[in-house]
């Protein structure tokens, strides 16, 4: 049987190649560490955690990383299997020893007969085979230039520059109200298609002035570029004038406040829709490296937002990562060339956690496709099910972000309480029902 290559040893690389060998199909994994390095890397192991050592919440009741964990568990999966024989205590959360993690993962990889591991840098994307590229944020310029001639310039970015991305049901909408801004729109549904939070001169300068104040993180080492085009951090704006935002993102014009009509904002706030669910909704123009905790008090002073529960925070990294709504189909392969499938961060997902997982999908699909069959992705109701469809089709492509997994991404459940206060049964209803339609997709197989 012909071999499924794989471009990355990466937690997506790994995992996808573990489980193609569990599959029956041989393997070979192409790595350039150590040879050629990156800034984060500082080993040439498998799997290696370039920053925190935490797999975070493992709660697979109230949390969708939880459940993550929970389904990559249940797929006899290496990246969860290892975690858990190297866990440090951490409370709820799933820590690691992260060198003897990824020791272990190389040598489990190394062990597996199926496993070839070439050294090396693959730098032009292969014409034919069975490929999957799972090279990460940090994938080589040579192939990054690659699959920009391939996929088209703009449809690989190496940076991301996320606006926080705000549960849809948290946001007050005695406050807010929604319109586009002059009612532009050839529907009534584009005419609504943004939510106005509006805001008084006393709350802006209050919000200038926190926005001042928050602790931001600063860039690693060999991380910055001229990313500022065009997606500068809202602090950073703020810092070159205090009516700089007013002018910017937060401009009042073209917007009639639903609730008081007479009164005219003195800056105003937009959402945008985020996926097609309509669940989730980011904020313009609120790119940001202001810290997790600043973030979360910062933009809960914005009127509407006071009880906003946050899919995900903001961020500007260096990050490779294909525009995947509009590249990839539903089984993670390039339109374009279908012998190429994408795994991990390089797709969009962002995390330890999801980029494995993505590794898992893809490395099962791959196997499946060797042996002559097709794998479907697993149903929407599930983990890993919602971050597929969200990446390869359920974001909008127009401004697309790498996305960790959260409850967002998920079908509502018709009969159950939305909001902040309707969590406690919200979410064990969706992990439940998650935990029966992977079972069933396994089953399947
Ligand atoms: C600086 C930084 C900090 C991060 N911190 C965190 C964090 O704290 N927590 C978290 O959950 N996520 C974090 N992430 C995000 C992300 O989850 C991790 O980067 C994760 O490792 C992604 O998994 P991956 O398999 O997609 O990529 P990686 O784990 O980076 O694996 C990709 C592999 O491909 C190899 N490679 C690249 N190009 C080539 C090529 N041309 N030929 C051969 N091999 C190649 C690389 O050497 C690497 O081993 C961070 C990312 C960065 C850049």
């Given at each position: 049987m012909e071999p499924v290559h794989i471009i990355g040893a990466g937690l997506a690389g790994s995992e996808a190649a573990w489980q193609i060998a569990r599959a029956g199909v041989p393997v070979v994994l192409h790595e350039m560490r150590p040879g050629t390095?990156?800034?984060?890397?500082?080993?040439?192991?498998?799997?290696?955690?370039?920053?925190?050592?935490?797999?975070?919440?493992?709660d697979d009741v109230m949390n969708a990383v939880g459940q993550l964990h929970w389904e990559m568990r249940n797929a006899d999966g290496l990246i969860m299997a290892m975690a858990d024989r190297h866990r440090l205590p951490a409370g709820g959360a799933l820590a690691v020893d992260r060198e003897a993690f990824s020791q272990a993962v190389t040598a489990a990889l190394r062990a597996e007969p199926l496993i070839e591991i070439q050294g090396g840098e693959i730098s032009e994307l292969p014409e034919s085979g069975n490929w999957i590229i799972a090279t990460g944020p940090l994938t080589s310029d040579k192939l990054a230039q690659s699959i920009r001639s391939v996929t088209g310039t703009d449809a690989l970015a190496f940076f991301d520059a996320i606006a926080p991305i705000v549960h849809a049901d948290t946001i007050d909408m005695s406050?807010?109200?929604e319109q586009s801004r002059y009612d532009?729109?050839?529907?009534?549904?584009?005419?609504?298609?943004?939510?106005?939070?509006p805001m008084t001169k006393d709350q802006y300068e209050a919000f200038i002035d926190a926005l001042l104040a928050a602790e931001k993180t600063e860039f690693h080492e060999g991380e910055t570029a001229g990313y500022f085009d065009g997606c500068l951090p809202i602090e950073v704006m703020a810092e070159r004038g205090r009516e700089t935002?007013?002018?910017?993102?937060?401009?009042?014009?073209?917007?009639?406040?639903?609730?008081?009509?007479e009164q005219k904002a003195?800056?105003?706030?937009?959402?945008?829709?985020?996926?097609?669910?309509?669940?989730?909704?980011?904020?313009?123009?609120?790119?940001?490296?202001?810290?997790?905790?600043?973030?979360?008090?910062?933009?809960?002073?914005?009127p509407g937002l006071q009880d906003a529960s946050f899919a995900r925070l903001g961020g500007i990294h260096r990050n490779s990562f294909l525009n995947s709504p509009t590249l990839l189909d539903d089984r993670m392969r390039l339109r374009r060339r279908p012998n190429l499938r994408f795994a991990g961060q390089v797709t969009g997902v962002e995390g330890y956690v999801e980029s494995a997982?993505?590794?898992?999908?893809?490395?099962?699909?791959?196997?499946?496709q060797a042996k002559g069959h097709d794998l479907p992705p697993p149903a929407i109701t599930t983990a890993m099910g919602a971050l597929v469809n969200h990446i390869t089709g359920g974001a909008e492509a127009k401004t697309f972000q790498p996305m960790n997994v959260n409850f967002g991404l998920f079908p509502p459940l018709p009969d159950v309480k939305s909001g902040r206060r309707g969590r406690k049964d919200r979410y064990p209803a969706y992990t439940q029902r998650a935990k029966d339609d992977?079972?069933?997709?396994?089953?399947?197989?």
């Open positions: 390095g990156t800034f984060a890397h500082k080993t040439g192991d498998c799997a290696e955690m370039v920053c925190s050592n935490s797999f975070r919440s493992d406050i807010a109200w532009k729109g050839d529907t009534e549904e584009e005419r609504r298609a943004y939510i106005n939070c935002l007013r002018h910017g993102p937060m401009k009042p014009v073209g917007l009639t406040n639903a609730h008081m009509p003195y800056a105003v706030v937009q959402l945008r829709r985020d996926n097609a669910l309509g669940t989730l909704y980011n904020i313009v123009g609120f790119q940001t490296k202001m810290k997790y905790g600043a973030q979360t008090e910062v933009f809960r002073m914005i997982a993505m590794g898992l999908l893809a490395g099962r699909m791959a196997a499946a992977f079972s069933a997709w396994l089953a399947a197989q």
